[in-house]
């Protein structure tokens, strides 16, 4: 069992993981500079407004190109290893805020990393077992709190409709969950349906105590 810390607390091993990320882009950009290069972003700066659309849509281009090789790589990653493609590719999601990333993440909400991958001696909070789902809290705004739930109308799972609740509470803050699943409640719908979002509402009241008890 890991140990259950606050959610907005990052290991050392995944700062660590992201500067790898980051470092190489930088050193590389610094090194186009050095040369004299022009990189991405600097047409944003050009005296002539043609050069500066320019460089908007360099930068439009490379942002779609960036989110599909990430997509791709979360897609093919089968291993579920702690800072594997598929872990790393679905941080990069989250800290990016690809709202393009809400459907394929809401999909795999339950997608969890294999313990045995965990380093250890570390502890860990149990919402870092799911990036999906941390990815979605990352992004946010109304497109995710909509998206949560749609998808705690539709599932029976168990565990998708905590993780559901879960996102809603991190998105919204547990007060406001708790209110827009009480609207959702009051419109007409089968009972079936009523019953999960009554359920979800009582997991998003818990807050971050819904992974005390989490399967």
Known sequence: MLEVTSPDKLSCAMVRSLAALVMPFIGGALAHAEAGENLPWAGLRAPREEERLVAQHRLMVLRKAFFEDLRKTFVDDKSRRFHGPGHLATTQMGLWRFGEAVMLLARNIDWSLDKSTMPQGKSYTESMLFPAATALC????????SKAIFEIRLTDDEKKLKLFAWVLTRVEGAEYAVKYLGEEIEK??????????????DYAAKGDLIWADFP
């Open 188 to 201: 007409p719908h089968v009972d079936r349906v009523r019953k999960r979002l009554e359920k979800a509402r």
């Open 138 to 145: 990352q992004i946010g705004g109304g497109h995710v709190r």
